[in-house]
């Protein structure tokens, strides 16, 4: 099994749905993140977490919240998807060295 | 955090060295430097990182410059696996922020 598993890996919302992005990881380590990538870019920051009881916001947060179920647990929602949050979204974690980031294989969002 | 540069692409013959450089000139001395690579549209890969030192794993090199202004990554052996887009970071170790910022990186080709 991958040490980070997102899903769903594809799916296509319509405009104004909500829609729930998950991730889960085996890693064992505290900090997880949300990164957001447009074609031909590099990734933004959603949101981040450091624990399970600390959220805090990334670069690009406006329009997304977070749920830290469990330490192991990291979910991302749109709570009204619009077509240019159209992107492919990649869940990490790390430990608190912060020594490399262990992502997901991503999940390919499309608003219809 | 200090801010990088690194060349938007570059091309490499397969079974040579692809060497990628990366300017950090306003790096701070508590900074590390970090490189990730992503393959396709697949979650980035951490490959290596350093401080001062140069450092070599099982994927590549980093040779940091005396002045710590510039690094260059060396794959010794580049594949047609190898074609990705890499990103250089630099952040401090044991960050209470979240500063792994991916920009848009140097996108390598390696051809046969």
Redesign the interface.
Known sequence: DAD?TQTPRNRITKTGKRIMLECSQTKGHDRM?W?RQDP??????IY?S?DVKDI?K?EISDGYSVSRQAQAKFSLSLESAIPNQTA?Y?C?T?D???????????T?LTVV | DAKTTQPTSMDCAEGRAANLPCNHSTISGNEYVYWYRQIHSQGPQYIIHGLKNNETNEMASLIITEDRKSSTLILPHATLRDTAVYYCIVRVQFSTNNDMRFGAGTRLTVKP
């Open positions: 980070v993140y990164y031909g870019l590099g990734l933004r920051l981040y450091f805090n990334g492919l990649f990490a790390s608190d060295r912060g020594y490399g980031y262990t992502f997901g294989s991503g390919r």
